[in-house]
């Protein structure tokens, strides 16, 4: 469409033409001229029904009508005239007559234009042209005239819709509202302030008659100069002020009434007084409720202090940071001692500094938005990960394992963050001699070590029992409940309080949420324990196991692969845990056993587990990593394409290798970790090869994570 000089629009050219000719001589000429025009025909028809009733596809925007001399000529500008009234579009009409009557009754259908049917093509362009932009015209005309009228007839029924709502709000508001003019005479009270009391006041001015109208302390009478109403006369507002009214007979009651007062003057257009209005809330319950609330206050504050003392006396470190401040709001003893440090005011960027975190490495810091405090006040629950601390006041380390969860308010929004950690030294010192044991191949010589071992572990997982047992039966968590209970319990009871004072609108979400959350910690802990106790159990049958084959691993024999392979897994099943590394494992394309030396097997493929759970450790500190982004390993075994190979890939999305190493990663002393000792790979190659198999690495690159591809060579009795 094309916008006209008066804001209407014309029909895109070319125009829709509908043709009507009584000669079909004269009707193809027609057509032939409006389509060497630019215009197209919608349709061409004799004068008649068929002109009228037309297809769907067929709707004109504009009519050019043949008229000629003869019977014809009627039956054509009738059919004009219902074109016209259908369609609603400018009637042109192409002459060859001069019959004054019948171009009288053309005028009835408000034609837009003549032309004779012998004019030349320009002439006939224009009369198109400028019918077509007239009808425009005259259709901009009309619906800015309908919106005009539109509009007046909306204001007036939005006026009066006003009044309406005005009178309706004023009769049903539930606050008592008192009207006064400006000689302070009462005007008018809706309907909740004449229920004022027992009476049911009809005439304002008889409102003194009834009350007595005192200041807040209950004692002091009003100066009439001082009582809203009469500053709202003055031109005043006033918010809020207390007022008593105090029944005179016993017909209007005999207890006070507690009232909130707001006046506010009326005033016109012009700022000229009209009078005034005092809102009056009856605020009697809620004194009451105050008086509740405050009872309720100091059993919370009580409530609050012995909460605090528990937390104060648990041995696990316990901190609380607020997520809006992002600053620490608790600092248990026991997360001081831990850290050596205590609670700052510092800004959390200087955070890994001050507490000196870093990776189990103990060598790459944390990124400040990686700390489980920060990333429980985004919404993020952590799981026993493990960090490494190394400050002042621990300069020889410490190792710890962290829960932390994110606090929520009733609404489901995250006001802070809770961090639960414990000193993990002593197991990770452990678990780093047993992993260390497994990379120098030497499990074969420490029988009585792990049979010791086996021996204390059995002694840990009857503590765990012990433990458990304990926290099944235990008070403080019933306590917790209780607490939470007794504060749901008493919601309508301290409104007012939570309402108006700013310490009160904290303290009922923040000290639920937090109730809520160790409550679901200690649930947490039991669902820990009673994990822990399966691994340690899992240990212990690990260690009896390999204490029962020790002195013929160096022996080729006839192993379960499948059963191999999982137990290369749980070696390293806590790590991978602590590190959210989801594994995989598939050997549905190899063979159920195989004639190996089981524990060096079982060695090359812990060390190549570790090696790709370390390469995410180094992807997650290196590369910048996106929020989907998740540390995978995949271990796939299946028949090799040589005859009597079995390969065994494992695949990792971690750092990945720069093909220019692919001839070093397995050379004894190469790492690209700082505190690496580059023989995993080289301890895993030197089996690989010495069982005449290959290895070798795969990688596109830096940040595309590898592959080992491990094939060995099998005997011909192996299925």
């Not at 008593?244 to 016993?250: G, Q």
């Not at 691994?535 to 024999?557: C, L, S, W």
Request: glycine share 8%.
């Amino acid at each position: 469409m094309q916008k006209t000089s008066t804001g209407g629009t014309l029909p895109a050219l070319p125009a829709r033409i509908l043709i009507v000719d009584a000669d079909p001589d004269a009707l193809r000429t027609l057509s032939d001229s409006v389509i060497g025009l630019g215009h197209a025909v919608c349709y061409a028809a004799e004068p008649g029904r068929g002109a009228v009733d037309l297809p769907a596809d067929a709707r004109p925007d504009l009519a050019l009508i043949g008229l000629a001399t003869g019977a014809t000529a009627a039956l054509a500008v009738e059919t004009a005239e219902r074109i016209a009234e259908r369609f609603k579009v400018p009637i042109v009409y192409a002459m060859e007559t001069e019959d004054t009557a019948l171009l009288d009754r053309t005028q009835r259908t408000n034609p837009h234009g003549y032309v004779l049917k012998s004019a030349d093509p320009l002439q006939l362009d224009l009369t198109l042209r400028a019918a077509l932009n007239l009808a425009a015209r005259e259709r901009a005309d009309r619906e800015r005239q309908d919106r005009e009228m539109a509009a007046l007839k909306a204001s007036v029924e939005f006026t009066e819709r006003d009044n309406a709502i005005l009178r309706c709000l004023f009769e049903r508001i539930s606050d008592a509202v008192v009207l006064g003019d400006t000689q302070g005479r009462l005007t008018a009270i809706n309907p909740a302030a004449s229920r004022l009391g027992q009476t049911s006041l009809e005439d304002p001015n008889k409102w003194t008659d009834y009350f007595a109208t005192y200041q807040g302390d209950g004692r002091t009478l009003f100066a009439t100069e001082d009582l809203p109403l009469v500053r709202a006369l003055r031109g005043e507002t006033t918010q809020d002020v207390p007022v008593v009214l105090r029944p005179r007979h016993p017909e209007a009651g005999t207890e006070d009434i507690w009232l909130s007062a707001s006046g506010y003057p009326l005033l016109d257009a012009q700022g000229r007084s009209l009078g005034g209005a005092v809102l009056l809330r009856d605020v009697t319950a809620l004194r009451e409720q105050s008086a509740k609330a405050a009872r309720a206050q100091a059993e919370l504050h009580e409530r609050v202090q012995v909460l605090d003392a528990i937390i104060r006396s648990m041995a696990d470190g316990v901190v609380v940071a607020d997520a809006q401040e992002q600053r620490f709001k608790l600092f248990n003893p026991s997360a001081e001692r831990i850290v050596g440090t205590g609670l700052t005011d510092r800004p959390p960027d200087e955070w890994p500094d001050i507490y000196g975190v870093y990776y189990p490495d103990g060598s790459t810091p944390v990124p400040v938005d990686q700390l489980p405090v920060m990333r429980a006040i985004r919404g993020e629950t952590v799981e026993g990960q493990e960090l490494f601390i190394r400050n002042p006041g621990v300069p020889d380390g410490a190792f710890i394992s962290v829960n932390a969860s994110p606090v929520r308010d009733e609404a489901g929004q995250v006001v802070g963050g809770v961090t639960v950690f414990r000193d993990v030294s002593e197991r990770r010192l452990q678990q780093e001699a047993l992993t260390q044991a497994f990379a120098f191949g030497r499990l074969e010589v420490i029988d009585t070590v792990l049979h010791n071992i086996g021996n204390a572990i059995n002694s840990v997982a009857t503590g765990v029992d012990t433990l458990q047992v304990w926290f099944d039966d235990n008070e403080l968590m019933r306590r917790f409940g209780k607490l939470a209970d007794l504060v749901a319990a008493h919601d309508r009871d301290w409104t007012s309080w939570l309402e108006h004072d700013a310490q009160g609108r904290q303290m009922r979400p923040f000290l639920l949420a937090l109730v809520r959350d160790l409550t679901g910690e200690h649930d947490r802990l039991l669902g820990t324990i009673a994990r822990v106790r399966e691994r340690v159990r899992h240990i212990v049958d690990i260690i009896r196991t390999q204490a029962a084959f020790t002195n013929g691993t160096v022996e080729r024999k006839l192993v379960d692969l499948p059963s191999t392979i999982r137990d290369a897994v749980k070696v390293v099943e806590e790590s991978l845990g602590q590190r959210g590394v989801a594994i995989e494992v598939d050997c549905a394309r190899a063979p159920d056993q195989v004639l190996v030396q089981e524990s060096r097997l079982q060695q090359m493929l812990v060390n190549l587990l570790k090696n790709a759970m370390e390469a995410t450790d180094e992807r997650a500190v290196r590369l910048e990593v996106g929020p989907d982004w998740r540390p995978r390993i995949r271990v796939l075994a299946y028949r090799g394409e040589q005859k009597n190979t079995l390969v065994i890939d494992v695949s990792d999305n971690g750092i990945g290798i720069d093909p220019s190493d692919f001839s070093s990663v397995f050379n004894a002393g190469y790492t690209t970790k700082k505190e690496g000792t580059g023989l995993g790979l080289h301890s895993a190659a030197n089996f690989v090869i010495g069982s005449g198999g290959s290895i070798q690495p795969l990688s596109d690159g830096i940040g595309h994570g590898a592959t080992l591809r491990v094939t060995l060579r099998l005997l011909k009795q192996q299925r």
